[in-house]
């Protein structure tokens, strides 16, 4: 199984900034502690503070590059992205959306997501558990594929 990981913009930051929000822990440490868990899952990340580059690497992966799923942390994009949602409706396999704060808990603005309505689920509030969460989602979602 193959599942990619992509963040969006600011999330390269993650360990260094707003830990009250987000965490002191970086998302090196999350990859080692999600590849520990899953070894038999190829898991693999990406990161760009870039609109058009995430939807180039979502392509990639979930329509021509035959991955099982895609967790997605868009950041702030999550609440504007029209390109995003439209870029998650055509692909071939299953994305999570995830956040590592609870958006409800935050500003108005962020209470409404645009890509959640393309996405197979969402996941909040979990720092950066959410992470697992959602791969654990993904796992679970090709396991009764294949067994059904």
Partial sequence: MKIQIINGPNLNL???????IYGSESMENCLTELRKRYPEVQIDYYQSNVEGELINKMQE???????DGIVLNAGAYTHTSVALHDCIRSLKCPVVEVHI???HQREEFRHHS??????KGVICGF???SYRLAVAALIN???????A
């Fill in 14 to 20: 993650l360990g260094q900034r707003e830990p009250g």
């Fill in 114 to 119: 645009m890509i959640s309505a393309s996405c």
């Fill in 127 to 129: 720092g950066l558990d």
């Fill in 101 to 103: 704060s609870n958006v």
């Fill in 141 to 147: 979602a090709q396991c009764t594929m294949h067994n």
């Fill in 61 to 67: 992966v979930g329509f021509f590059g035959g991955y």
